[in-house]
């Protein structure tokens, strides 16, 4: 077998093509050395990962390995849409997602869709169903975009998965985004919220000042602060209070304004390496409620409009890009993977545009 497997899954070519394989070693009931080897359930790599997770603990604690279930008369497009959910979907492919996106799943699963398609087999989900659950959303008064989204994102593994043999059409338009332009707290409102003492102001200079999201900010450590080197390292991010890597997947290194070196320093003082920075007095670090309640709870105090902590990042792009930036330079200190994520979020504010019909009236 080579090199140790720890993951349990391996790519190999078979007909010219890429397959994952689960492949790893456990010790049997009786006491031997046993080796299991199967193609994954699912051909992507966080499925097929998930599932050899799932063998190799059931391998360790019972000494048996699940065995591919037998093949039943029934056609697997007879399932229903609640079968599947709870069956295969929930073993295969929910494991793959951030804690934080696995719960807002779950969340939109109850709110509507799973008593809305419930009892329908997948074979029989059609364009019509979906149309009928759109106009029942908008009724409602929701965005049809989050729902919608998620549905086909069921009904897309349930292709994967063997369990659908095409994804049905989708009515247009209903996937797309609001054209509302995004807006980003003024200079001055970033001034005024930087007030903000002990760690809340700490957590707000770093999304201000550095681009950080709120997972990233409550999961800096002191070790990620470079003050020789000028810069901050994004390294995690805290998703249902578990650290992860960022969003994008990857470490990014954002260079130190002075503003912000100040507040790291202060903050900082006394705190071992391994330590977080933005921690209530206790040491426990703010769950990602009481960020925004707090955050909220300074804005009503110095009576500014209810931002969301997000928009402090929104400001931090925006501004690079007005002072002139380039786009692949606000890219890579975003974190973003694509420049086209990074060019929907560097949008024109409100006063970008009043600014710029000011200049027009002023000839």
């Not at 965005?143 to 897309?156: C, W």
């Not at 390292?233 to 997947?249: N, Q, Y």
């Not at 426990?284 to 960020?291: A, I, K, L, S």
């Amino acid at each position: 077998m080579g090199a140790k497997n720890v993951t349990g899954v391996r790519r190999v070519i078979r007909g010219g093509k890429p397959r994952l394989v689960i492949d790893f070693r456990y010790t049997n009931k009786e006491g031997v050395r046993t080796r299991f080897k199967r193609d994954a359930g699912v051909q992507s790599l966080a499925a097929a990962q998930a599932e050899a997770k799932r063998l190799m603990a059931r391998a360790t604690e019972t000494g048996e390995v699940e065995q591919p279930p037998a093949p039943a008369e029934a056609s697997p497009l007879a399932v229903t849409f609640e079968e599947f959910v709870v069956g295969p979907f929930e073993r295969l492919f929910m494991p793959s997602y951030r804690l934080a996106t696995a719960t807002r799943y779950r969340g939109l699963l109850r709110q509507s869709i799973m008593a809305r398609f419930r009892s329908l087999r997948l074979d029989r989900i059609n364009i019509g169903h979906i149309r009928e659950y759109a106009a029942e959303i908008q009724r409602r008064g929701h965005q049809t975009k989050p729902f919608i989204a998620y549905l086909r994102t069921i009904l897309r593994a349930a292709v994967d998965s063997g369990h659908l043999d095409k994804l049905p059409d989708f009515p247009a338009g209903l996937m797309r985004s609001s054209h509302k332009l995004p807006d980003a707290p003024s200079s001055t409102e970033v001034e005024a919220m930087l007030t903000a003492s002990g760690w809340l102001g700490v957590a707000i200079a770093l999304a201000a000042l550095a681009g950080m999201r709120c997972g990233e900010v409550r999961a800096i450590e002191v070790r990620d602060v470079d003050f020789e080197g000028g810069r901050v390292l994004v390294r995690r991010a805290l998703s249902e209070d578990v650290s992860l890597t960022t969003k994008s997947g990857r470490e990014r290194v954002v260079p130190l304004v002075p503003e912000l070196e100040a507040r790291l320093r202060e903050a900082m003082k006394g705190k071992l390496p391994r330590a977080r920075i933005v921690v209530w007095p206790d040491g426990v670090t703010p769950r990602r409620q009481e960020v925004l309640y707090q955050f909220w709870k300074h804005l009503k105090k110095r009576s500014l409009r209810r931002w969301s902590f997000h928009s402090l990042r929104h400001h931090f792009i925006s501004e690079l890009v007005r002072r002139g930036a380039s786009p692949e330079a606000v890219r890579v200190l975003a974190g973003h993977s694509k420049l086209e994520m990074t060019q929907r979020y560097a949008h024109a504010t409100a006063a970008d545009l009043r600014l710029a019909m000011d200049k027009l009236a002023a000839r």
